[in-house]
């Protein structure tokens, strides 16, 4: 059974740092690029970032570009999404999905994790 | 504000058929494939469509999905209470190198 779980959301001071992890499991990891997707309580879905099967191809979102960055650990199964200098407006539920980068078509995802960047 | 658009709304009776555009331009919808998701109240989004037209296994065929040059469209024929959901398409964007969603259509089964 594929399962993504993702972990580290919590409520963050504005200017604050947070790490997400997502670890996956029932597929092999490394033969998939990964993604990570936002969304705002009672708003639609932002895509945040994404990354290829090695890590050698990444994606952000403009918001984020500088801010955030993708990674993965494929002897760990694990998707990582390092945020720096979180604002307010970054507030959201992040999932983890299997694919959606440059192919937005992701079969699988997590149940997400929340953030709330707050002081 | 969206790069892809999409009717905030879209309701019809059990049993009608509904259709959702996905406006967009060359560098996304012209450009690759589209991807259609669902989201019921509460859960993550489920893969609905891809490559424009294709169903993963377990959606129903009710649930169809087509292109033409820069929009897109996701009809769904005979129309169930439990459809009534969040739609959103999904594509790349060249030009902007990042996945984009539409702003969601929210279907109402009257």
């Known amino acids: 059974e594929v399962q993504l779980v993702e972990s580290g959301g919590r409520v963050v001071r504005p200017g604050g740092s947070l790490r997400l992890s997502c670890e996956v499991s029932?597929?092999?990891?490394?033969?998939?690029?990964m993604s990570w997707v936002r969304q705002v309580p009672g708003k639609g879905l932002e895509w945040v970032a994404g990354i290829n099967w090695n890590g050698d191809s990444t994606g952000y979102t403009d918001s984020v570009k500088g801010r955030f960055t993708i990674s993965r650990d494929n002897a760990k199964n694990s998707l990582y999404l390092q945020m720096n200098g979180l604002r307010a407006e970054d507030t959201a539920l992040y999932y983890c999905?299997?694919?959606?980068?440059?192919?937005?078509?992701?079969?699988?995802w997590g149940q997400g994790t929340l953030v709330t960047v707050s002081s | 504000q969206s790069v892809l658009t999409q009717p905030p709304s879209a309701s019809a009776t059990p049993g009608q058929r509904v259709t959702i555009s996905c406006s967009g331009s060359s560098s996304n919808i012209g450009g690759n494939t589209v991807n259609w998701y669902q989201q019921l109240p509460g859960t993550a989004p489920k893969l609905l469509i891809y490559?424009?037209?294709q169903r993963p296994s377990g959606v129903p065929d009710r649930f169809s999905g087509s292109k033409s040059g820069t929009s897109a469209s996701l009809a769904i024929s005979g129309l169930q209470s439990e459809d009534e959901a969040d739609y959103y398409c999904?594509?790349?964007?060249?030009?902007?190198?990042?996945?984009?969603f539409g702003g969601g259509t929210q279907v109402t089964v009257l």
């Open positions: 490559s424009n037209n």
């Open positions: 029932g597929f092999s990891f490394d033969d998939y690029a």
């Open positions: 999905a299997r694919g959606g980068h440059i192919v937005l078509a992701a079969e699988y």
């Open positions: 999904a594509t790349w964007d060249d030009s902007l190198n990042a996945g984009v």
